[in-house]
C-alpha cells in the first residue's frame, strides 16, 4: 500500500467545493451520454449504424440520465 508523501491540490480544497466540482463533473459526463445517445439513435434511425432495436434503448438511457440529473448531494440521497 502506497503511503501518501505529497498533498494534491484537491486536498486543499474544502469539501463544499470539492463537493461542487465533482456534482459540476458528474453533470458534464451525463451530459456527454445524453448527447452520444441521442447521436448513435439518430444513426442508427438514419441507416448509418444497424439499428437492432438500439435506438429505442439509447434514448430510453438518455431519458434516464436526464430523469435523474441533478445527481443529489452525498449524504441526501
Given amino acids: 500500500m502506497a503511503t501518501k ?8 480544497l474544502t469539501d463544499d467545493i470539492q463537493l461542487y466540482l465533482a456534482q459540476q463533473a458528474l453533470d458534464r459526463a451525463a451530459a456527454a451520454i445524453v448527447t452520444q445517445a441521442e447521436c448513435l439513435a ?4 438514419d441507416g ?4 437492432r432495436g ?4 439509447l434514448r430510453l438511457l438518455a431519458a434516464i440520465v436526464r430523469a435523474t440529473r441533478p445527481l443529489p448531494a452525498a449524504g441526501h440521497a
Avoid at 42 to 45: C, F, H, I, P, V
Fill in 42 to 45: 439518430g444513426e442508427m434511425e
Fill in 5 to 12: 508523501s505529497s498533498s494534491h491540490p484537491w486536498d486543499s
Fill in 48 to 51: 448509418v449504424l444497424a439499428d
Fill in 54 to 57: 438500439g435506438a429505442e434503448a
